[in-house]
């Protein structure tokens, strides 16, 4: 199983990026999908998640309204749009997957995915 984030990069905020997440070795329909970032000297936090093919979506209170989570099952990819983004958001982004669908009490806890990207990195200037 590989999971290989892109799209990252250093804007201005303000501007959107959307990072993407490229997963080879499962089926995208079979399992649900976690976006979460780590700033220096901070603990991962959860940012988005969705459940099994897109049924599903669900955003920590930070990004609501401004980021986006969502699949291609054919192109075998996770996206996160982020839109609006502020100097706060500039952290290192990954992308985690885990069989089975994700809930309120634990989408956002690392602990319950089973597989993680290497990471990209974000960075917006104010």
């Known amino acids: 199983v590989q999971l290989v984030e892109s799209g990252g990069g250093l804007v201005q905020a303000g501007e959107s990026l959307r990072l993407s997440c490229a997963v080879s070795?499962?089926?995208?329909?079979?399992?649900?999908f976690g976006w979460f970032r780590q700033a220096p000297g901070k603990s991962r936090e959860g940012v988005a998640s969705?459940?099994?093919?897109?049924?599903?979506?669900t955003y920590a209170d930070s990004v609501k309204a401004r980021f986006t989570v969502s699949s291609d099952n054919a192109e075998n990819t996770v996206y996160l749009q982020m839109n609006n983004l502020k100097p706060e958001d500039t952290a290192v982004y990954f992308c985690a997957a885990t069989g089975g669908p994700t809930y309120s009490t634990d989408w956002d806890k690392s602990w319950r995915y089973l597989y993680w990207g290497q990471g990209t990195q974000v960075s917006v200037s104010s």
């Open positions: 969705i459940t099994l093919s897109g049924f599903s979506a």
């Open positions: 070795g499962i089926t995208l329909a079979d399992y649900s």
